[in-house]
Each structure stands twice: as structure tokens, then as C-alpha cells.
């Protein structure tokens, strides 16, 4: 019993090092890495993204584009306008549903600076070839690999891919994904009495 809880402590100590070694050679991290941090802070840099406006709407109906703005580190999985159904992402950027909108965020977000150069190499050097983090919904992500691509697995078992390039903040790393890792509500909650 002790032996797996100890080789998932290893796998999240490798894959938290790995994330947080401000010394890493980018040249070594492949064609994936971004570069070097820009000089915008996550919400800054989501907010410039296209391709993540509707999930930049969500962050700032919840109130988290502050959090966002922060020193942080943080790694956003950031669903890109594809990952929504019709419509859904505009409508959780209303504000009667500010609430869902911060659940979806905080499950959308890990600590820590994770680039897909840390990520593969924590996956390659776990005997699982899987490694887990929790986001700040208290979540527990399984991060895995198919071929190339990098997965994400709730505990629920909803999947998302990273797509796209990441991109390095200030403050953080932007991963974009084609998933969302929370269930999306199915309407607005009704409006409470007096307020």
C-alpha cells in the first residue's frame, strides 16, 4: 500500500520540480516550448488569444481575471472557442451565472508553471507513464500521453487534448485545450428571492 502512494509523491515532486526549474535549457524543450515569458500576466495574455475568448469572458464574469493578473505561478488549460458547444461559452459569461463560471475556471487552472517540455518528461520518467496534479478546484488531474499528444483526465474521466501553442506569461503558462474539465450546466440557476 505504501509503495504506489509513494511513486505518485515521486511523480508529483518530478513534475513540480520540473515546472518550477527557472535554470531549464529551452533549446532542449523542442519545437513545443514557447520561448521565454512575455511580458503580459495570464489575463493579459488571454485576453490578446482570439482563439480563447470565450474562455477570457468566463475568467472575467468570475472575477478571476485579478487572480489571473496575480503573481501566481499559475497553468491555465485553457478550453479554446471550439471546446464549447454552441453558444455555451457566451452564456457563461452572464452574469446570473458567475457561480459555474468560477467552478470552470478554478478546474481549469493548476499551480505551478507547466510547459509541455516539463510535462512529457514528468510522464516519460513515471513508471505509469501517467502523472497527477491538483487544480485549484481541488481536483485531481491525470496527465497522460496518446502518441504525441498530451491528456488531460478529470477523476470523472472527461478528457481534453492540448492543441494549439502554449504560451509563457508573466506570471504563468497558457496551455490551450480542446476540452472542458468540468460538465457544463444545462441553464441558468434561477434567480434567488431578494437578491
Same mark, same amino acid.
Given at each position: 500500500?505504501?509503495?504506489?502512494?509513494?511513486?505518485?509523491?515521486?511523480?508529483?515532486?518530478?513534475?513540480?520540480?520540473?515546472?518550477?526549474?527557472?535554470?531549464?535549457?529551452?533549446?532542449?524543450?523542442?519545437?513545443?516550448?514557447?520561448?521565454?515569458?512575455?511580458?503580459?500576466?495570464?489575463?493579459?495574455?488571454?485576453?490578446?488569444?482570439?482563439?480563447l475568448s470565450d474562455f477570457n469572458a468566463i475568467v472575467r464574469?468570475?472575477?478571476?481575471?485579478?487572480?489571473?493578473?496575480?503573481?501566481?505561478?499559475?497553468?491555465?488549460?485553457?478550453?479554446?472557442?471550439?471546446?464549447?458547444?454552441?453558444?455555451?461559452?457566451?452564456?457563461?459569461?452572464?452574469?446570473d451565472m458567475r457561480g459555474p463560471a468560477a467552478a470552470l475556471v478554478r478546474a481549469q487552472v493548476v499551480p505551478?508553471?507547466?510547459?509541455?517540455?516539463?510535462?512529457?518528461?514528468?510522464?516519460?520518467?513515471?513508471?505509469?507513464?501517467?502523472?497527477?496534479?491538483?487544480?485549484?478546484?481541488?481536483?485531481?488531474?491525470?496527465?497522460?500521453?496518446?502518441?504525441?499528444? +498530451?491528456?488531460?483526465?478529470?477523476?470523472?474521466?472527461?478528457?481534453?487534448?492540448?492543441?494549439?501553442?502554449?504560451?509563457?506569461?508573466?506570471?504563468?503558462? +497558457?496551455?490551450?485545450?480542446?476540452?472542458?474539465?468540468?460538465?457544463?450546466?444545462?441553464?441558468?440557476?434561477?434567480?434567488?428571492?431578494?437578491?
Amino acid at each position: 500500500m505504501m509503495k504506489p502512494l509513494l511513486c505518485l509523491s515521486a511523480s508529483l515532486m518530478a513534475l513540480a520540480l520540473v515546472g518550477c526549474n527557472p535554470n531549464k535549457d529551452p533549446a532542449k524543450s523542442g519545437a513545443q516550448a514557447a520561448s521565454v515569458p512575455g511580458n503580459q500576466t495570464l489575463s493579459g495574455t488571454l485576453a490578446s488569444a482570439s482563439s480563447l475568448s470565450d474562455f477570457n469572458a468566463i475568467v472575467r464574469n468570475a472575477g478571476l481575471d485579478q487572480v489571473l493578473n496575480g503573481v501566481g505561478p499559475y497553468t491555465v488549460l485553457a478550453p479554446t472557442n471550439s471546446a464549447f458547444g454552441t453558444g455555451e461559452g457566451q452564456a457563461l459569461a452572464a452574469d446570473d451565472m458567475r457561480g459555474p463560471a468560477a467552478a470552470l475556471v478554478r478546474a481549469q487552472v493548476v499551480p505551478g508553471v507547466l510547459t509541455r517540455a516539463d510535462i512529457l518528461a514528468a510522464i516519460d520518467a513515471s513508471r505509469s507513464k501517467r502523472v497527477q496534479i491538483r487544480n485549484m478546484a481541488d481536483g485531481l488531474l491525470t496527465l497522460t500521453r496518446d502518441g504525441s499528444n +498530451i491528456i488531460v483526465i478529470t477523476e470523472s474521466d472527461t478528457r481534453a487534448r492540448l492543441v494549439e501553442a502554449e504560451t509563457l506569461a508573466s506570471n504563468g503558462a +497558457i496551455q490551450p485545450v480542446d476540452g472542458v474539465l468540468v460538465a457544463m450546466p444545462t441553464a441558468a440557476p434561477a434567480a434567488a428571492a431578494g437578491g
